[in-house]
């Protein structure tokens, strides 16, 4: 089974080789058939410690790295 890859934007850098990225979505509302922005964060593993707030970058899933982290920083844009 392939693996997921999401794109989104660094919002934290504070944790030691760990990044929380932001993955927005565009979901059509049940009731006013309006597309609406629903976002999520995850925690990606960033080994080198090379992103910055505000990068947009692309994580990819993997193995379960800590209690929260299941997913890597691939590439940067």
């Known amino acids: 089974m392939p693996k997921r890859v999401l794109q ?3 919002v934290s850098t504070k944790m030691d080789k760990s990044v929380v990225v ?3 979505r565009r979901v059509m509302d049940p009731v006013y058939k309006k ?4 976002s999520k964060k995850y925690t990606a593993h960033d080994e080198k410690n090379l992103c910055n ?3 947009v970058v692309q994580i ?4 379960p790295i800590s209690k ?5 920083v691939v590439t940067e844009k």
């Open 8 to 10: 989104g934007v660094v």
């Open 22 to 24: 932001r993955v927005e």
């Open 35 to 38: 597309y609406v922005k629903r």
């Open 53 to 55: 707030v505000g990068d």
């Open 60 to 63: 990819i899933e993997c193995r």
């Open 68 to 72: 929260t982290k299941t997913w890597e």
